[in-house]
């Protein structure tokens, strides 16, 4: 079977580390390799990691501080370039503040957002079905 | 004075400090007992020294949260906190800070403020004073912290960068430690015996034991070779007694096995470091608990909580209820309590073999700053939960059924076979389904948060 790769990270505002790292557990644990960016880290470098890393199915980024609109800002400009050209995951706390969480939520979805998991224990469920719907068949990483 | 303690300093702040006879003169004239006084003290006593942390911006309301903890609380050693930004070298923006909004600062800015006013704090309370921050380079830090007449100083280039900072290179923080370790040198030499405590608690989530106490062994190795003569090796309290119990006292014993001859090594506990419970009596017992478990395993100094741990930085009167408490727990109040001492010996025995194994590969390499970076690159040396990408944090720590912290999964630690099994042994009761990893261990880092003790709401309760 071939490396699966994900690419994960905290959004650029952001430095709560443990959830960040309780997903690159569950994902080694579950054979991937974990490409982890680490806390506060811009966009700019999520792309980066794809153009070392481009077989890697997803990036995934968590945002617990009610900043990800702000933090996730140049994701369209990403897209339109082709730096960022696989599917983009989100979870954590995304309506902390004055936004209303489905708006908060329609508001990242129309930057570009694929996915937004409120629970990071269906990351690898997801990761297998996005890859279903690529290939066509379902494979589970080892 | 900088050159004569041999760092290399910011221009900026080497030209604001005083003669080095002049920081001598200072030290020698000093009546106050120094913090490796108050350890030595506490350490033939058999009852540990309390000491809070404690730290605000501005300098009167600074002066008078001393005063105040050592009004109500009477603890044995105070803390000077640091805020975040001196911990990171921006001192113009902690000085800018400062004059514009002191309680922004999350602690006390003694670089902004200079050392005069360090002196001022330091001669305003009995008890000594520790700097404790967070620094990956503490020179210039330490260097006001000296001037100032301070005795302890707390740090490492290991256990002051993963936690703490995001791409700082170990090289550059075990460097800038190395220089402050040779400083502590070269005071002992000149009869001022600093204390140097290095920061065992990491980032406080879930850490396995062998690592906290592997990585605080190598730091101590490396302060003693600089000429350190005073080191207070931290732990945190876990919440399993007999293992937390076994890592305090191995402390002595692998320090006596590793580090060179005439350094003096005291035991130092910090209660409990994770997710803290809201509720306050809970919160209380478990202070108490950390008490007991300091005077247990033969810790000479505690570092205490408080009951408003959970939410942010405690009043003073909670902090001073903190160190009564813990105090208390370490009178003759509690003296009926002995462990199962089998319990503790098969814990013991198992946290020494990991200790050997983590460090002794490290200890046998060449220049053992570089052998320490090179071992984190290649995850032989791992934190779990690292703030820094300079640990790889591939470990993966579980909670066994009795709360004792175990390896998941040990990354590329070199583990011996026999440890290994060990651990996957001690978690075979807890064996749960890997589709809900995340929430079992964040299950496990909530341990003691949501303890109902009404409800009985047991420490492991099933959804």
């Known amino acids: 079977m071939t490396d699966r790769q994900v690419i994960i990270g905290v959004a650029k505002s952001d430095a709560h580390a443990v959830a960040n790292h309780l997903i690159a557990m569950r994902l080694r644990l579950d054979g991937y390799t974990v490409i982890n960016l680490g806390v506060c880290t811009p966009l700019e470098e999520f792309a980066e990691a794809l153009a070392q890393y481009p077989d890697a199915e997803a990036i995934v980024i ?54 937004i998991l409120d629970d990071a224990d269906q990351i690898p469920l997801l990761l297998d079905l996005l890859q279903a719907s690529r290939t066509g068949t379902t494979t589970t990483a080892a | 004075m900088f050159a004569e303690l041999g760092m290399q300093l910011q221009p900026r702040v080497a030209a604001t400090l005083p003669s080095w006879p002049e920081v001598l003169g200072y030290y020698r004239s000093s009546t106050k007992p120094t913090v490796p006084d108050v350890l030595r003290d506490a350490d033939r006593s058999g009852r540990p020294a309390v000491q809070p942390r404690c730290g605000v911006g501005a300098h009167d309301a600074m002066m008078a949260l001393l005063r105040s903890l050592e009004k109500h609380g009477e603890p044995d050693i105070l803390t000077l906190t640091i805020d975040s930004y001196t911990r990171l070298k921006r001192f113009s923006t902690a000085a800018s800070t400062l004059r514009r909004a002191p309680r922004e600062l999350n602690g006390y800015p003694l670089v902004a403020h200079g050392w005069r006013r360090g002196r001022e704090l330091n001669n305003a309370v009995r008890a000594p004073l520790e700097v404790r921050h967070g620094s990956p380079d503490g020179r210039e830090l330490f260097a006001v912290t000296v001037a100032s007449g301070i005795t302890s100083y707390e740090g490492g ?112 506990l910090h209660q409990f470091m994770g997710v803290f419970p809201r509720v306050a009596e809970v919160a209380d017992a478990l202070i108490l608990f950390g008490g007991l478990t300091a005077r247990l395993g033969g810790a000479t100094k505690i570092i205490n909580k408080t009951n408003q741990e959970a939410f942010g930085i405690p009043d003073p009167m909670a902090n001073a209820q903190g160190i009564r408490t813990t105090v208390l727990a370490c009178t003759e109040f ?42 984190f690159r290649s995850g032989r040396l791992d934190v779990p939960f690292s703030a820094s990408v300079h640990a790889r944090s591939e470990v993966i720590p579980r909670r066994d059924e009795h709360g004792a912290i175990r390896f998941l999964h040990a990354g590329n630690l070199p583990f011996s076979r026999a440890t290994l099994r060990r651990n996957e042994q001690r978690l075979r009761a807890r064996r749960e389904p890997r589709n809900r990893l995340i929430e079992s261990i964040t299950r496990d880092i909530d341990y003691f948060k949501a303890y109902d003790a009404r409800r009985r709401v047991p420490l492991f309760a099933r959804r």
């Open chain 2, 334 to 375: 509690l003296d009926f309590v002995a462990l199962d001492e089998e319990r503790v010996a098969e814990e013991t025995y198992w946290l020494r073999r990991e200790v050997v194994e983590l460090i002794e590969p490290v200890l046998d390499g060449g220049y053992l700053l570089k052998e320490i970076a090179d071992a």
């Open chain 2, 157 to 268: 280039g290991i256990t002051y960068n993963i936690p703490y900072c995001k791409d700082v290179p170990l090289d550059v923080s075990l460097e800038a430690w190395r220089q402050i370790d040779a400083a502590c040198g070269v005071l002992a030499s000149a009869g001022v015996v600093v204390d140097r405590e290095v920061f065992g608690t990491l980032t406080a989530v879930l850490m396995p034991p062998s690592i906290c106490l592997a990585v605080c062994l190598l730091e101590a190795y490396a302060a003693a070779v600089e000429g350190v003569r005073c080191v207070s090796i931290a732990y945190p309290q876990g919440g399993e007694i007999h293992q937390d119990v076994a890592a305090l006292r191995l402390i002595r014993e692998l320090a006596e096995r590793y580090l060179p001859p005439g350094v003096e090594v005291y035991p130092v």
């Open chain 1, 62 to 115: 968590g945002s617990l501080n009610g900043h990800a609109y702000e933090d996730l800002s140049e994701l369209p400009q990403l897209r339109a370039s082709g730096r960022i050209h696989c599917p983009v995951i989100l979870g954590g706390n995304l309506s902390v503040g004055s936004h209303k969480e489905a708006d908060e939520r329609t508001r990242l979805l129309a930057l570009g957002v694929d996915h």
